[in-house]
């Protein structure tokens, strides 16, 4: 009977990592988009061809002024962690008001080594001697992010298919769906400009 359970945690297990593929974030520039596949030169060098999911979300990526960091707003901020434990923005990323709660938390991020991801609420501003410092708020608990002047502050609004067009800047969200790798989410640069998480 025991040797069962397990048997049957182990196989509810395996449905449920099936039923979520692993997801990859690919940065690059896109080189082609025709007949449904996406080819794309990732930052690295290497070059990959992924089938476009007919329900692909796309996003523009645009630049928005330092002021839309303030109390109240959610947002998301790609960091490097310090040996104090405050942590310096490589980006933030304001979202729109009904994209709030979207992936809420403190995780590590694949932006550059050692780099985290905090999607939290902004509880305070304060200014600094270069740039001003958040404390951020999420619902199992609070980090302070030093933000530099010149660090990119962007939010991103709709888009569609007709934006990868060659050249364009883009984060890929791919998965392998049907034994392909597919992209399921791309974020697009406004006017060339990468999308900086």
């Not at 196989?11 to 974030?25: F, G, N, V």
């Not at 988009?33 to 080819?39: A, N, Q, R």
């Not at 067009?165 to 399921?184: H, I």
């Amino acid at each position: 009977m025991k040797n069962a359970l397990v048997l049957l945690i182990a196989l509810s297990t395996s449905w449920a990592l099936a039923q979520a593929p692993a997801s990859q974030r690919l940065r690059g520039t896109v080189m082609s988009f025709e007949g449904g596949t996406l080819v794309l030169s990732e930052r690295s060098g290497a070059t990959h061809s992924l089938a476009v999911a007919e329900n692909i979300s796309v996003s523009e990526v645009v630049s928005i002024d330092a002021s839309a960091i303030k109390p109240g707003t959610f947002i998301g901020t790609a960091a490097m962690p310090a040996a104090d434990g405050t942590l310096t923005a490589l980006e933030v990323l304001v979202f729109p008001e009904a994209a709030r709660g979207t992936g809420e938390g403190h995780s590590a991020w694949d932006l550059q080594p050692n780099s985290t991801m905090t999607n939290a609420t902004i509880a305070e501003v304060t200014t600094a001697a270069q740039g001003r410092t958040m404390k951020l708020r999420y619902k199992d608990g609070e980090k302070t992010v030093t933000v530099p002047d010149g660090v990119p502050i962007v939010t991103f609004r709709p888009g569609d298919k007709a934006m990868l067009v060659p050249g364009a800047k883009v984060l890929v969200t791919a998965q392998v769906r049907d034994g392909k790798p597919t992209a399921v989410r791309a974020l697009v640069g406004k006017d060339g400009q990468a999308p900086p998480m």
